[in-house]
């Protein structure tokens, strides 16, 4: 058998959605993700960008990153472990752990390596890790890595969480790995509970707040300050690709875990460390989400509106509680359909179907920027509400 029959059916399926007109994706994009972006010459509202306060284009940002790159050069050239560390990294690492109120924190090149590393340097072949079944595929990948015992409950189900977590012997370690923001949904997880769970059977928790942090919370700490359970939650991980418009992930958290991780996790040792310019924009971006809140509260704003005015519509918003606004559409083949509608209205969104989502439950992923104007809403509002009325789905 040749290795690459496998191939033939994935390149069938491409084919042929190209060839109707309803391939989503890898679409060239010909500007900054901002609220509206260029495509094929052509200007689109952005709805299906992670950067969430709108600061890729801000003036400010390619200022601070253009003298980062003057100073730095373009890259590092080696891993944090050997050549690659520069001073800007540790100023960075310092300020993240004081935002946090922690001890320490490491930085990775990506927020996927984050979770990879995290998981793989604490969990061993004699201990547990325990997650919940709608949990990102980085988590699921640092599993596999880490040799541990995988126990996974049904999403956000507290009962089997506290099952699960009572039947494992006390002599094993115990680690609960849970998203913060479900990215697909926008929903959160049960995070008072998960804590109080964690407490009482004597496991650690690990929180991966990538959608969170910079968006939930009084001073945008993420979840963990939305649910005031900071303190109590183990280590933190976080990525600069979304609110913090970089590149790259951390973990944060108390001095012990914190240095293990950052002499034993292979992603961040085996890999080229962030680029000048990645730390330079996420130092920004740090310092704007702790010196402007207005543009939480103007995001939040915007939240508020497009969740009440698809509810108004009739559209299946699900649990979401957050920026990422799901529209849940049921089978693959009308989300797709819906999509390119969209498309051809110049609106951005991302159709997200199967195994991404359980089957029947296809859905056009949006969230929104701080950036976002009331006319960009208007306009997101009117052609939701003309496609839901095409395909059916309005007043369900």
Known sequence: MDLFDKCEATVKIVQAALETGIYPYFTPIESAQDHRVMINGEEFIMIGSNGYLGLAGDPRMKETVITAVKKYGSTCSGSRFLNGTLDIHVRLEKEIAEF??????????????????????????????????????????????????????????MSELERILRSIPEDKGKLIVVDGVFSMEGDLCDLAEIVRLKKECGARLLVDDAH??????ENGRGVCEHFGVLDDVDIIMGTFSKAFASLGGFAVGKSDPITH???????????????????????????????????????????????????????????SETPV?????????????????????????????????????????????????????DIVLDVFARCATEFGLAGK
């Open 212 to 217: 969170g942090i910079g968006v939930m919370g």
């Open 261 to 319: 991780i950052k002499h034993a996790a292979r992603s961040l040792i085996f890999s080229a460390s962030m680029t000048p310019a990645s730390v330079a924009s996420a130092q920004f971006s740090l310092d704007v989400i702790k010196t402007e809140p207005e543009r939480r509260a103007r995001l939040w704003e915007i939240t508020d509106r497009v969740l009440n005015g698809f509810k108004k519509i009739g559209l299946d918003v699900g649990e």
């Open 100 to 157: 946090f109120n922690k001890d320490r924190a490491i930085v990775f090149s990506t927020g996927f390596q984050t979770n990879l590393g995290i998981i793989s340097a604490l969990v061993g072949k004699d201990d547990v890790l325990i997650i919940d079944r709608q949990d990102h595929a980085s988590i699921i990948d640092g599993c596999r890595l880490s040799f541990g015992v995988v126990k996974k409950y049904p999403h956000n189900d």
């Open 325 to 377: 606004i799901p529209v849940i559409i049921g089978t693959d083949e009308i989300c797709f359909a819906f999509w390119k509608m969209l498309f051809a209205n110049r609106i951005f969104a991302n159709p997200v179907i199967s195994p991404a989502t359980p089957p029947g439950r296809a859905l056009i992923r949006t969230s929104y920027m701080a950036t976002h104007t009331d006319e960009d809403i």
